[in-house]
C-alpha cells in the first residue's frame, strides 16, 4: 500500500491510497484520514427522573439543524475520555467525573479510518457552555421514551447519537 496526501485540512488529511488487487495490478482509492473522535450519552438525574441531554446541531454538510448527542474530534494523541468530558463542557455545558465506555466503531469505513468511542456520562454538573465559534447548538433534557421515539419516527437521524443510545439500552443504562 502507497499514501499520498492529497490535501491536508485543520483536522482532516484526504488521501490517494494504492492497493494491489488480486491480479496484481493497482488500484487507487481515495480515502479521509481521522484522528478518532467520541460521543457522549449524558444522563442527568432529575426529580422527574433520568433525561437524555440531546442537543439541536446546526449541520452544514446536510443543511439541516440534526438532533444528536454532544460530540468531537480529538485533538492529536488525546485520551477519548478527556475529549468526551471536553465536549460536554463546551456543547451542553455540564462536567462530569463518571464516564462509562460503551464501545467504539469505525464511524464510515468506506470512506474513512475514523473510530468514533461512545461513553455515557452520568453525576453530571453544570459548568456553562462554552461553544466554539462555529458551533450553532440549542441543548434539550429529554425522557428516555421520548429520545426513543425521536428515533423510531426519524427525528433523530444522527447514526452515533442513534448507535450510543441502542448500546445504553442494550447495557441496561436506558
Not at 478518532?36 to 438525574?45: I, N, R
Not at 433525561?51 to 474530534?73: D, M, Q, Y
Not at 425522557?143 to 423510531?152: G, K, L, Q, R, T
Request: glycine share 8%.
Amino acid at each position: 500500500i502507497r499514501r499520498t496526501t492529497l490535501h491536508a485540512g485543520k483536522k482532516f488529511t484526504y488521501q490517494d491510497v494504492v492497493i494491489r488487487a488480486d491480479d496484481g495490478s493497482e488500484l487507487h482509492r481515495q480515502m479521509v484520514k481521522h484522528p478518532g473522535a467520541v460521543t457522549v450519552l449524558p444522563l442527568l438525574d432529575t426529580p422527574n427522573g433520568i433525561r437524555v441531554v440531546i442537543i439541536r446541531n446546526e449541520r452544514f454538510a446536510v443543511g439541516k439543524t440534526l438532533i444528536e448527542l454532544p460530540a468531537g474530534t480529538l485533538e492529536p494523541g488525546e485520551d477519548p475520555a478527556v475529549s468526551g468530558v471536553r465536549e460536554l463542557e463546551e456543547e451542553i455545558g455540564f462536567t462530569s467525573d463518571r464516564l462509562r465506555l460503551l464501545g467504539a466503531f469505525y464511524t464510515t469505513p468506506g470512506l474513512t479510518d475514523e473510530i468514533m468511542w461512545t461513553y455515557a456520562a452520568t453525576n453530571l454538573r453544570h459548568v456553562g457552555q462554552r461553544l466554539e465559534a462555529d458551533e450553532k447548538i440549542m441543548v434539550e433534557m429529554v425522557a428516555p421514551d421520548e429520545v426513543f421515539a425521536m428515533i423510531d419516527d426519524g427525528r433523530m437521524m444522527d447514526a452515533k447519537s442513534m448507535l450510543a443510545l441502542l448500546l445504553a439500552r442494550r447495557q441496561g443504562l436506558l
